[in-house]
């Protein structure tokens, strides 16, 4: 006589599989956090404004010859590559702050999950930003054209490519700092002050300078703000990126999964 036996039951593995909710649906959970918290809201608030202000500051001021797009553009992504990092430790360290990481480790186990739709959350919120300065250079243009300014409109489609990096490069640097200290004053603290003091050190001191043009990672950015770049350019930004960023991304993301949550 052979028995024969059969499971009903559903592997747990397949069971929460089918509960888990989607990369897209956590990065629109993240993207809508960015907004509904106080903080997040006043400081998305304030880059608005700052972007506006710079404009209207060049149409009462700048020459008439000096009042072109690229020229309303380009200063307007100055505050706002300053501001957009704080965004990104506010995303990261609010979970531990606010005491919302247990719930939403609760609902998402996979904290790595949940820290890759911080960070596709964040990268979109810069290229929202970077749309917002185009705006706004182009109301200013109109403004412009209508008052006896330059007017003109002409830009490089590089030019647009290397500035949405340089956005996507800051928000992702606050949000690497985040993540490696979990802690939102001394997160925004070390942000402005550690590579601040590292390239004041590295312009005084003459045996760090060659050293300095590698890792100063505000010196690597400026040539972002040119439609040509050339491959040493491209390298140094490479290599300082990896010192700023990625390594404090990687770092805090072991961090992260290893923190117990209380």
């Known amino acids: 006589m052979t028995t024969i036996t059969t499971s009903t039951s559903t592997p747990e593995v397949s069971r929460a ?5 989607s990369l897209a649906r956590l990065t629109v959970v993240e993207a809508r956090k960015l907004v509904d918290t106080r903080a997040g809201r006043w400081l998305l608030i304030t880059i608005g404004l700052v972007t506006a202000a710079v404009v209207a ?19 307007s992504l100055l505050p706002v590559g300053l501001l957009l990092p704080v965004l ?25 999950r949940v820290i890759a739709a911080k960070l596709i959350a964040l990268v979109a919120a810069a290229l929202a930003a ?10 200013g243009t109109l403004i412009a054209g209508a008052t006896g300014g330059a007017g003109t409109w002409r ?12 956005q996507v490069a800051n928000v992702l640097l606050g949000a690497g700092f985040g993540l490696l200290l979990l ?20 312009e005084l001191v003459r045996p760090l300078r060659r050293a300095a043009e590698w890792l100063d990672a505000g010196r690597t950015m400026e040539p972002l703000f040119t439609a040509e770049m050339t491959a040493g350019q491209w390298g140094r930004l490479g290599v300082s990126l990896l010192v700023w ?13 290893r923190r117990e949550v209380a």
């Open 155 to 166: 830009i490089e489609g590089m030019l647009l490519l290397h500035t949405a990096v340089f």
């Open 17 to 21: 599989a089918e509960h888990r909710p």
């Open 130 to 139: 970077l749309l917002a300065s185009l705006a706004v250079a182009a109301v």
């Open 57 to 75: 500051l060049q149409l009462a001021y700048a020459p008439d010859a000096e009042q072109t797009f690229v020229n309303f553009y380009l200063p």
């Open 183 to 202: 802690h939102t004053p001394l997160a925004i603290v070390t942000y402005l002050v550690l590579p601040n003091a590292w390239a004041i050190v590295g």
């Open 88 to 112: 990104g430790i506010l995303s990261i360290t609010s979970e531990w702050s606010q005491r919302t990481a247990l719930a939403t480790f609760a609902l998402v186990p996979r904290r790595e």
């Open 245 to 257: 960023l990625v390594v404090p991304l990687l770092a805090g993301l072991v961090r992260t999964m």
